[in-house]
């Protein structure tokens, strides 16, 4: 993963600062403005790192395919 991009696909995203603001201390997160904060209250949400995969590969790279998103197919 390069940088901090792979936080984007987390709902990360970066403030006036250019910092980047982590899902759980965002608005729409912390107002559970579109229930996203009711899913990761009871378990619903996963987030799945995989280090050396950059940020346009995780869609067709195996093992991200292994680790992250078939037990969700199964």
């Known amino acids: 993963i390069l940088g901090s991009s792979f936080l ?3 709902y990360g995203f970066y403030d006036t600062k ?3 603001v982590e ?5 729409f997160y912390k107002n559970d403005t579109f229930g996203l904060k009711t899913l ?8 799945c790192v995989q ?7 995780w ?7 292994t680790n992250c998103i078939e037990k969700w197919l199964i």
Do not use: I
Request: net charge negative; charged share 25%.
């Open 18 to 20: 250019e910092d980047v």
């Open 8 to 10: 984007h696909s987390h």
């Open 59 to 65: 869609h067709s790279n195996f093992t991200v395919f």
């Open 40 to 47: 990761d209250a009871r378990g619903d949400v996963s987030v």
């Open 51 to 57: 280090s050396g995969v950059e940020h346009t590969h």
């Open 23 to 27: 899902m759980r201390n965002q608005e």
